[in-house]
């Protein structure tokens, strides 16, 4: 799959070009394993932004999904919302993340 274009950071740079396709060939060329619980992390946090209209701190997301953040740090190995955003075809979290 040929990707869309992605910035320095590897975040997409047109939103709309996302698909979970996209995303999971994202993850792929990184040799980032998502697995079905990071992948449905990725489909919450689309659902938070469209809901929303911007990308949650984590504190707001794990309680969003209903989840301990500890655990989901702790999942993610790393701040959760980069890879989550990233993978997601999101903007980039801005702040404490």
């Known amino acids: 799959m040929n990707l869309p274009d992605r910035d320095g950071d590897g975040y997409l740079t047109d939103m709309s070009a996302w698909t979970e396709d ?30 929303f209209g911007s990308v949650p701190p984590i504190r707001k997301f794990a309680k969003y999904i209903e989840e ?15 890879p989550i955003t990233k993978y997601g075809g999101l903007p980039k979290p801005t702040g404490c993340v």
């Open 68 to 82: 301990d953040q500890n655990a989901v740090f702790k999942l993610w190995m790393t701040g959760p919302m980069k």
């Open 22 to 51: 996209v995303g999971r060939a994202m993850a792929q060329a990184d040799n980032y394993e998502l697995d079905d619980v990071k992948w449905a992390h990725v489909l919450k946090a689309r659902a938070y932004y469209d809901e």
